[in-house]
Every structure is written in C-alpha cells, then in structure tokens.
C-alpha cells in the first residue's frame, strides 16, 4: 500500500479510536472458547467479542521458510487470544523492515452475545502484497450486525510469492495461506458461533485481488459462499510461472545465492524487501507489482478471469466495485507527495510513455482544458484505463461474472475533500475503508448494512448488475444508479491493449 492509500487507512483506524472513545468500550470481560487446538480467551465489550492472536498454521520458520503451511500445534490450558499476533514481514518507517516469520495468526469479531449459525465474513486485507494485517482493521461495527468477521494475516513478498522449489504452493505460499485460514474457520468457527456453511470472503485492492484468486482457485472450492471484491478486478494480471521462475532465479542471484540452503540460511532482514522487478519509473511502478500471486502453478492454474469465464464463481454471489479516483492517490505519491505536481507537458509526456502509438488518441479523449488540473487528467487517464486496479477493468470483472452468477456492481464515490499538495484526491483507492471499518456516520451505517445483509442473504439489497454499464453509486450526496461506463470512457478502452 503507497503512502497516500496508509493515510486512508490511518483514516480508518482514527475513525475506530474516535467509536470507541465514544462509548463502544464499556466494562470489557473475558470470555472463552474451546477450539481444536484448545480453549482461549478473549474479551467481551458492550457490542461485540474479540479473540485475537490466534495461530491458524505453524510459524513458517526455518525449513518451513517457502513451504505450504503446516497445521498449528495444539496447547494446554487456556491460550490468551487479548493481543494479536505478529504482522508478517515487510517494510517499515525508513524502509526498515518490520513484522516476524512467525506471522500466521487470525482474529475473530463476534457480537457481544455470540449466537448460533451466524453468517461469517473472512476479510483478506489489502497492501500490493508486500505490507499490511489483518490487525490493522477492527471489525467491531460489522460484527455487531450479526455476523462473525475473521481477519487475518498472509505471507507477503518474497516470503509469500517466491517460485524457487517444487513445493505443491511455490510461487503462492500467501495464496495457501490464505486458505489454511479458511480451513481453520471450515473447522473451528461454529465455537464462536459461526456457520460454516455461510461464508463470506472480502478483501480490498491486493485483497480483492486475492478473493479473484481463490474464486480460481480449485484447491479454494467449498471454502467460501459468497465474495466481496474492493477495487481488485478480476484480471489476467498475475504473472505466469515461466515469468516468474526467473525473476526468482534472477532474484536469488542478486543475494548470491543458485540454491535454496542458502537463502534458507540468510535471516529475514536479508531477503525481505521489492526487486528488479518493480520498475523504476513512477507510471511503470503502477503497472507493476514486485510480487503477485502466480499462475500456471497448483494452487493457481490460470488467470482469474478465464476461470472466470469457465464458471469458477457460478453459485457464488459477488458484490464487486471501485472507488471513483482510484488512481489519484498514486499519482499524488509520485508527483504531489515528492514536491512535483504533474505540469500540462508532464501530462502529454506520461500519456505517452504508458500507451505509445495509442496516446494520440487518448490525449484526444482526455483533453486537458477539461480537467481542473494536469495532475487531475492523469489520474482520472489512469482511472479509466486501469491496468490492474481501474474502472473499466472492473466493469468486465462484471460482464464476465454476470454471465455465471449474481453480482452487484458499485461505485463508491464519496469526496472527503483530502488533498496532496494542490492534487484533490476525491475518491481514491482506499477511501471507502474508513466508511467499512469506522463510523463516518449514515454512509457508514449504510456501506456496513448492505455488506452484512448481503453476507447473511447473498443480496445486499441493490439490483443486481445486468449490463449497459449501469451501476450502484455510493456518496452521501447520492445513494443511486449511474452510468459507470459513461463516466469511464469505457467504450473508448475496450479492445485496447494495457
């Protein structure tokens, strides 16, 4: 996740602080349950329970380092479930590296009173597979809708996505992960009261991308119910195993290692971190990730969008959606943020560096005399286009989806009014979070009604998405259906190459 996209976030979690202050927390008890691995104990507040730190799979350590995850060891007596558990390894303040290997815990929200057969959501978090947890977003408001939220933690980096052994989960040992998880919830969630036959998978940005890749997923199949995918369409963007096999070899040589002992024997501070394979220029680096989920692999066989259109998701209700201005937040990190706001020539020159041959076309279609700044046009280019993150790209995730099961489309487009330098952000990616994980009053309540009604029914209480381009908006000035393919220029995009 790029600086802006953590502000958001940070925006979320002020907004958790602020419920809490307000009176969420009152007279905390403990409260325990017996899991297969033993009994924890958690804590009870006024409007919902939390388990937190608990292991779903055995620390990834030593000569587990880029293998599939082993089950978790069982415990005596009762297991303090107050404090979560280790974020995984990834950059940090001054690019220090943060978090530990033994990093594979969960969290679950229940409300106060607990229940029986209560609908589960399963929430995989966001962070372009390099950074962030599970433990950064506190579910509380969701949980006391009646259902049972899991957060959790994933391998993340190299650590998560290295194809370097026959391992049946290289190149996607965060991908297994995840799944570990959903075994462990399949086994163990009916003790806080949840259904194992309801869940819900939903995640945002390397989330969302992750829930496209366990709709792909066969190993995934039965785990899951229902999918919510935040601002990660599915795509044909995860790099192929021939790619990334020598990206890993190139990788592994640049450490001075050709064998797997040896990088087994470095410490993690060595090895974590991006590579050669995140590009240097500022438009290149948003249309690459250092670290994807990989396909053509056991875990991952094809592109999430030709699984797609095989019927991977047939029976699976879908809720699948962006942000307006999902790009604003980027481009505010590359250029705003380093004290560089795009000029009217800086716009023309990086129109032309993405789309070659086509950029004529495209500054024909984007004129800049009709956006409020060049900084404005770029995003709003970018937006549109969206290689891996974008409006039109999402709007065939519906087309496809919509041909094998329900999917509700939606837009989110609240304007908060930030800014980076003189760049408005609008409704950037990330922005909906802190509606979803806090109280930013009606929206909020609205936004955590439709998810939760939708996880307990499998719809959210809109129409479903039937084609023409139509979709949900969602804004404190207008909860409505708009022309989503319009706004985006899609008919522009379609057929031209990313």
Known sequence: MLATARLILAAALVAVVSACSAGAVASPRADTVDVRQGMLRGVVFSDHRTFSGIPYAAPPVGNLRWRSPQPAASWNGVRDATVPGNSCPQSGPNGKMIGS??????????????????????????????????????PSRLAAQGVVVVTLNYRLGVLGFLLGNDDPAAGNYGLADQQAALRWVRDNIAAFGGSRDNVTLFGQSAGAFSVCAQLASPQARGLFHKSIIQSGPCTDSFVTADVARDRSVRWAADRGCSTEDCLLAKPVDEIYGYDDAQVSTPLGRVRDLPWTPVTGTKVLPSQPVDALKQGAAKGIPVIQGTTRDEMRSFVADFYDGQGKPVTADGYAAAVNQVFGADAPAVLAEYPLDRYSSPGVALSTVLTDWGQKVGSCPALGTDEVLRQTTSV?????????????????????????????????????????????????????????????????SLGLDMIGEMDFAASHHCSFWSGRSS
């Not at 959501?121 to 599970?134: A, I, K, P, R, Y």
């Not at 980076?420 to 952000?425: A, E, F, N, R």
């Not at 309540?445 to 039937?466: N, Q």
Request: charged share 15%.
């Open 101 to 138: 290997e033994d990093c594979l815990y969960l969290n679950v929200t229940t409300p106060a009173q607990g229940g029986e057969g209560l609908p589960v959501m399963v929430w995989m978090h966001g962070g372009g597979f390099v950074s962030g947890t599970g433990n950064d977003y506190d």
């Open 408 to 472: 509700y489309a939606y837009e989110f487009a609240q304007d908060d009014g930030a800014r980076v330098g003189t760049l408005p952000l609008g409704a950037a990616h990330s922005s909906e979070l802190p509606y979803l994980f806090g109280n930013q009053g009606s929206l909020s309540d609205k936004m955590i009604g439709y998810w939760t009604t939708f996880a307990k029914t499998g719809d959210p209480g809109w129409p479903a998405y039937v084609g023409a381009g139509k979709v949900l």
